[in-house]
């Protein structure tokens, strides 16, 4: 449980890009939108009460951008005045998990009381037009450079104990074999079937049909995604986010602060009840991952369990998952999340919501923006502002997203979860 000296922290303002491949758009463009979008949802009249940012970021040295990256990104606001002078900037990195880790940092200056209104943003290109090498680079950075042999063997011996060599190939990223590995020891030790993973992505395709800022708008059956193209057995191209750029922003602030905005604004707020890190390790195939860890921290320190959850919205950066995380949180027993998804339990009139925005493989993934418009689509939902694809009366939504690679879990990971207000 939280301690009783900290703040309540409120989330006022959330804002995402729609997310696309977009050659033509730069990361200041990218920061424009998303800044100023993120302005205008929380009623502000203007930036002037912001007193501090968090940056969130992977691929800018990819564009000879490495270092002070949100400075830079925001110089052009500052000088036309719509992002206050001399506030700071801190520049954050955590792979898939970055804008997550932008938001915690946010929640981290409003809950001490340093500081009563605090802006996160993440964003990101991860598509270079014609440039495969390019765009490998930048999904590369997300695992261990210094000593690649000890993941190597890592996945060759974890290849051998499941019968399924390890053998990345050239037009995918490591990532989506991993994954596929994970899914493959799940489906043997489980009974956890393609169909059910396929029932997964098909039920994220048609929420991200109903939602104007994903990457893909189109709906999709089971068994159109199944007999889409494979990438990484069991995996289809159904069931992996695509590439793409993107951007989202959240402003956060006090009770006090929430107190003095306009009656209108109080009621969109939405309440942080949780916001945790997890670090990852080369654990075991059969043992929990660091986003079980993080779940049962984030539910100990709300007070609250699986069973209050309304909605949830899960790293799916392939379908499996989402399987796999449904477990992890709490939702079913381990082994039951291809049930879970293949029942309709996870659809938007199911018992757990999950992926109301389409997830990544839908909405798509620019990975330092991922985390935020996953916060942004749960801000959407607590206020009953999520259109089609809305969930009946939600109170509390969790969010689940993971960075890089370590082993066969993630290096990092972000469990949050909100509260409607009103």
Request: aromatic share 8%; hydrophobic share 40%.
């Amino acid at each position: 449980m939280p301690d009783a000296t900290l703040r309540d922290v409120y989330v006022i303002g959330a804002y995402t890009s729609a997310f696309g491949k977009y050659p033509g758009r730069s990361f200041k463009d990218l920061t424009r939108e998303a800044y100023l979008g993120v302005l205008e949802d929380s009623g502000l009249e203007d930036g002037s009460a912001i007193e501090f940012g968090w940056f969130g970021n992977c691929g800018m040295w990819n564009a000879d951008q490495a270092c002070i990256r949100g400075q830079v990104c925001f110089t052009p606001l500052v000088r036309e005045g719509l992002f206050p002078e001399r506030v700071p900037i801190v520049n954050v990195e955590g792979a898939c998990a970055t804008a997550s880790m932008a938001f915690h940092g946010a929640v981290k200056d409003i809950m001490s009381g340093m500081v009563q209104c605090s802006l996160a943003i993440g964003v990101e290109k991860t598509f270079f037009a014609g440039d495969w090498e390019r765009i490998q680079a930048g999904f590369q950075a997300g695992i261990d450079n210094l000593d690649p042999e000890e993941w190597q063997d890592h996945y060759r011996e974890v290849g051998e104990a499941i019968g399924r060599p390890f053998a990345p190939g050239g037009d995918r990223t490591i990532f989506m074999d991993t994954y596929a590995m994970q899914a493959a020891w799940h489906m043997q030790t489980y009974g956890t079937t393609q169909a059910q993973i396929a029932a997964a992505a098909a039920k994220s395709h048609n929420n991200g049909a109903n939602n104007p800022k994903a990457q893909y708008r189109f709906e999709m059956t089971a068994e159109q995604v199944l007999g889409d193209r494979p990438v990484s057995p069991p995996l289809t191209r159904s069931m992996c986010a695509p590439i793409g750029d993107g951007a989202a922003a959240a402003i956060l602030c006090s009770g006090d602060f929430l107190a003095n905005l306009p009656k209108e604004a109080q009621a969109r707020a939405v309440k942080v009840r949780a916001s945790v890190l997890t670090g990852g390790k080369y654990r075991a195939l059969d043992e929990p991952s660091l986003s079980h860890v993080a779940a049962r921290k984030a539910y100990d320190f709300a007070g609250l369990s699986p069973a209050d959850m309304s909605l949830a919205e899960v790293h799916d950066a392939t379908s499996f998952c989402e399987v796999y995380q449904s477990e992890m949180l709490g939702f079913c027993d381990f082994g039951d999340g291809g049930k879970l998804a293949a029942d309709g339990e996870t659809a938007l009139d199911g018992r757990i919501p999950i992926n109301t925005s389409g997830g990544l493989v839908s909405k798509g993934h620019p990975v330092g923006a991922t985390g935020l418009s996953m916060i942004e689509e749960m801000v959407r939902q607590l206020r009953g502002e999520a259109g089609d694809r809305q969930v009946k009366d939600p109170t509390f939504a969790i969010q689940e997203n993971g960075g890089g690679v370590m082993g066969v879990e993630e290096a990092a990971c972000s469990v949050v979860i909100l509260e409607r207000t009103h």
